[in-house]
């Protein structure tokens, strides 16, 4: 075991947070800490760093092992710019570096007399730094920060700004690359996806899948937790419960686990009645003697001191309270609720995007997603009229009422109470408005909390009241699921599958994409691109795109010439393992760079029938892409683009109808 926790408890002031947290974790496992905001996940990890100590209980960890804890919120460093503060996890090869390049100096400047011992001193430490360098990886520094760096979306152009003046999720982001450069043996994760985009999050979930160390990660992102963790522990009621099983696993497990804890209980409770009834009619009996029978007496208190001593099953809470979000509108809209005509947006010399035009219809419920800084937002503050577009028109059709929810921190001033704050939003009498609070988990005192000093999560339920009292029938979200629980996630997902009305929401969290969204709005690269299904569905005709295009260079290559791209404005419709397949059997070049051309006669005598099927289907579907593009009408009435094509596409038949041939031949060479 690498960490070992029995029966810890920890108190804050009065409050118990955790009554009975016992369980072991082995070397390499890939665990998700999850439970309701409050539970304690982020005390435990406190524990486990030796910030905190507990109060009751025993935490061992194995000696030597190096702890690495990413913190939600990154404190600045003076004046450090950003590739100091990644270069932190290279302290010591940096130092022997600088001490190599001292040595150096020093051994230049020796001249001919110098002693012998000295010039050996400097050679034996000279080789022994550099031995330890190498092994550290010192050579490999500038590689490994780049490749960090850029897998998290962090830029060359941010290495010479200042740590300090990055806002928090920036900083969060720089804190992460420089834990995982550092590679502890155990990586304390605290929401390691807030403030990464997809592509970051997805790299991040590859590195951790092959992370050689533990990983105990705090996450609400439940698509993150399939994909990384293989084991699952729960902080409820201030206990731990352990599932060994993915996300998706451990909600089945624990539906089983609440039913059978149930029945235990119902048994138990049946038995506890018997035992009771029986010692009560013991001690009757006895009393009803004369003189009293003390037998009965005896085997009455017998009866119960092993009452006593059983160890009582805890009635499990099956439905648990959570946020109450049901939104309703007072008026539908027309069927046409947001028009984007041929919007164009950029900064100075950079470009967001250009020529977005799409419409956005009553029902519908639309995702928008890309990178950070693609201009998702800024989109979004054009639909909602706040910002104009450099070119094109965005418009809300009849009867919009729009409902907005901004990616915002809590306000600051403070002076208002979270009860003061709803009423005058909301425009509603006390015990309403407290009524209408408590639906949203503020109970009792808590709703005279000051605004200032409400979590992220419990700053999104207020607005989220708020916003379910304007009754609107556009919503218009950004970045909704962040610091929800899941519990809260969930609420919020039963709700937008009720609601009525039109929903767009700018949001990095794939589970609840794939749950609530039939389309999709991405930008990527300047791109503006409409895509009708799920992330999922998104995810499937990127990588079909990308089977195409691969297939299509390698024909390219093939011919000698380069051969013009179809237009991708079009959904490709060339199946992955159809393009791989032909990608990998035919007598193109390799993708990795083979210089044979073309394969020896042995080999292509190996040839299954299935084989050249394959590469014939694939060519086949190539050309039905090239025949709809050209049926586009955009693209026939521009002549030059559609010659292009038909230069595209007599490239792509004479290819198809060698594979016929080189069939045919070797087919009756085997007869």
Known sequence: MIISCQNVQKYHGAQLVLSDITFDIRQGEKIGLIGRNGCGKTTLFRLLSSEE???????????????GLLSQIQEADGDETVYAVLQRSFAKPLEWQQRLRELEQEMSGLNAGTDEQDWNRLLKEYGSLQEKFEAAGGYEIEASIQRVAAGLGIGTGQYDRRFASLSGGEKTKVGLAELLLRRPDILLLDEPTNHLDMEAIEWLEQFLQTYDGTVLAISHDRYFLDAVV??????????AITYHTNYSGYQVEKEARLLQQFADYQEQQKKIKQMQESIKRLIE?????NPPNPSFHRRAASMQKALDRMVKV?????????????LQQDDRTGNQVVILDRITKGYGNR???????????YGETTALIGGNGAGKSTLLRMILGQESPDSGSCTLG?????????QEAVPEGGGQSVLRYFREEAGLEEGEARGQLARFLFYGSDVFKDITNLSGGEWTRLRFAILMHRRPNLLILDEPTNHLDIDSREALEEALEEFPGTVLAVSHDRYFINRCFGKLWAIDQGRFTSFSGNYEYYKEKQAEKAAAASLQTEMSDQGGK???????????KVPAEIAEAAGSRSGLPAKSGSSKPERSTDSRKQRSSISWEQEIAAAEALLGLIDAEMLNPVIASDAEKLAELQHTRDAAQEKLDDLYASWLSEAETHQ
């Open 53 to 67: 100590r507990p109060d009751q209980g025993q935490i061992s960890i194995r000696r030597n092992s190096i702890i």
């Open 230 to 239: 293989k084991k699952v522990i729960e902080i409820e009621d201030g206990e």
């Open 285 to 289: 009996w006895g009393n009803r003697s």
């Open 314 to 326: 805890k009635r499990p809470i099956l439905e648990r309270k959570s946020m109450d979000l049901q």
């Open 351 to 361: 470009r967001l995007f250009s020529e977005a035009s799409d419409i956005l219809r």
């Open 398 to 406: 009849s009867r919009a009422v729009v409902g907005y929810l901004a």
């Open 562 to 572: 380069q051969v013009p791209k179809p237009d991708t404005s079009l959904k490709s």
